[in-house]
């Protein structure tokens, strides 16, 4: 199933030069591409594999399509930005192959009598609604999920295959969340009397906004007093860790791995590579850019890119790096000295 290349400048904009009644059928990347697919050129780097391309028709700016036209044969969809446009029109091609799963619940599915289950909603096999429970128009609960008692699925919101999603929890609309994720687990709350822990109650949920995205075997853990925050358009990848009473801000995104304690305050639009780290009780602001394997250690209030690791390095050299740091401190303390002997034989000859 395929579609003109006209329809797809009729619904995404663009500026077409080429056959508007070419027909593709879907998007392959550069050098993948044949004489029925759409490509896209979103780095310039890649222009000269683009100019070779097989692809029926080109994604690509102004800029890349002034380089390459003469070069390229085929059709041309010219765009500011060609990989948001590579976004949209790649939701396209998937919708029209999509099988969607029939509403209604499944047999073997367990709903409790006193859960709210909207007509147009798919509940997959084995899953569990508890009581009170609210799932909107549109969802899709998938094969062995449970969703707690009194929980909320906001209309649209797609839960896949074995998403926990604990009691009193709340989605917006159209959200995912992928296998494995669970929601609203208990925060790790505990007190120590003398050296013996005690639970504290986690009596808080998780209240998530729309159009959030909630990556496979990642984890959010309800509040302690208040709720756990996590505002409109977050995207957070696999295997994500979100401690107790965290506040993330809208269209935040978080890559694999990234791990954040308890209680701080992540401002919107920001972003974290892979496998950073941020501590507790922290604040950051809007738009703050974290690298990979950053540890945020103190609060972050002015916008910008931060990373904090050390450059990789054969073993022998950081072992050498990391003997010179464990003696900084008493190298300061001998340059300071030095620096007073220094004075005072200045002064004397001074005089």
């Not at 050129?41 to 800029?63: E, M, V």
């Not at 358009?233 to 965290?246: A, M, P, Y």
């Not at 694999?256 to 780290?277: D, E, L, P, Q, W």
């Not at 190298?331 to 004075?343: D, F, G, N, Q, V």
């Amino acid at each position: 199933m395929g579609t003109r290349l006209g329809e797809l400048v009729e619904r995404f904009g663009g500026q077409l030069a080429g056959d508007a009644n070419l027909e593709v059928t879907g998007i392959a990347p550069l050098a993948d591409a044949g004489a029925s697919h759409i490509s896209f050129l979103s780095n310039s780097k890649f222009r000269a594999q683009a100019a070779s391309s097989g692809a029926a028709a080109l994604i690509l700016t102004p800029a890349d399509d002034a380089l390459i036209n003469g070069e390229y044969a085929g059709a041309r969809i010219v765009t500011p930005n060609p990989y948001v446009y590579f976004a949209r029109a790649a939701q396209f091609f998937a919708a029209l192959t999509e099988i969607k799963a029939p509403a209604g619940i499944h047999a073997s599915a367990i709903v409790d009598s006193s859960a709210q289950i909207d007509p147009t909603a798919s509940i997959g096999a084995r899953a569990v609604i508890e009581a009170g429970a609210v799932v909107a128009a549109g969802c899709m609960i998938g094969p062995g999920c449970v969703i707690g008692r009194d929980a909320v699925i906001g209309e649209g919101t797609q839960l896949l295959a074995n998403v926990t999603f604990h009691a009193r929890c709340v989605i917006g609309a159209r959200g995912i969340i992928h296998s494995g994720a669970v929601i609203g687990t208990d925060g790790f709350g505990f007190a120590n009397e003398g050296g013996v822990y005690i639970k504290i109650p986690q009596t808080g949920r998780v209240v998530i906004g729309d159009d959030v995205d909630i990556g496979a075997n990642t984890t959010i853990d309800r509040g302690a007093l208040a709720d756990t925050i996590i505002e409109d358009g977050v995207k957070l990848d696999n295997q994500i860790q979100i401690g107790h009473n965290c506040h993330i801000g809208a269209h935040t995104a978080m890559a694999g791995c990234v791990g954040v304690a308890g209680s701080a305050v992540i401002g919107k639009y920001c972003t974290f590579g892979g496998a950073a780290m941020v501590l507790g009780h922290l604040t950051i602001a809007d738009r703050v850019h974290v690298g990979s394997g950053s540890m945020v250690s103190r609060s972050i209030l002015e916008p910008g890119q931060y990373t904090g690791f050390y450059p990789l390095a054969k073993n022998a050299d950081w072992e050498k790096s990391a003997a010179i740091v464990r003696n900084l401190s008493s190298m300061r303390e001998k340059i300071r000295a030095l620096e007073k002997t220094i004075k005072t034989l200045t002064k004397q000859d001074e005089k």
